[in-house]
């Protein structure tokens, strides 16, 4: 009896064991994320390296400047510096954006709907609590497609 009992017991752990039957709960907590909105930009000169011709994605994420007067082009480019922001359900999420390039960054956070509009200089910061899990987008209205970041949030469970 006693080993059937023991038999049981050690059957019962193996299975939670190889079913993960730890739970893998993490505690919400508050979170500020740091980012930036930056612009990249590379210059040449067309007698080194010719200009390209093919055009780029229109949104104004990306400017492809022919050569000036003294032959020299030019590409830029709109970015979220981090573009990836992963948090957990729950968590009460503060991003703040910082502008460093651009005048000014109109944006979004698709599905929570947050917005805000980044400026030059200036802080912006948007809180929200990541109640729904997925992947989001968070567009620049003004620098698509480029300028854009994913919230992503790892689900409770
Ligand atoms: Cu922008």
């Not at 017991?9 to 740091?34: D, F, H, K």
């Not at 949104?59 to 082009?73: M, S, T, V």
Request: proline share 6%.
């Amino acid at each position: 009896m006693i080993k059937r009992l023991f038999l049981l017991v050690a059957l019962a752990s193996l299975v939670l064991t190889a079913c993960g039957g730890q739970t893998s709960s993490v505690t919400p907590t508050q979170r500020t994320i740091y980012m930036a909105a930056v612009e990249p930009k590379g210059t040449t000169a067309a007698a080194s390296e010719p200009f390209p011709g093919a055009a780029l994605p229109e949104g104004g994420g990306y400017i492809l400047k022919a050569p000036d007067k003294d032959g020299n082009w030019s590409i830029e480019t709109y970015r979220f510096e981090p573009n990836q922001v992963i948090v957990n359900q729950g968590d009460v999420v503060t991003l703040e954006i910082v502008g460093i390039n651009g005048k000014e960054h109109p944006f979004s956070i698709e599905t929570y709907g947050s917005s805000g509009v980044i400026k030059r200089g200036q802080l912006t910061r948007v809180t929200f609590t990541a109640d729904k899990a997925g992947v989001f987008k968070i567009n620049c209205g003004a620098h698509l497609p480029s300028m854009t970041a994913e919230l992503i949030v790892l689900p409770k469970n």
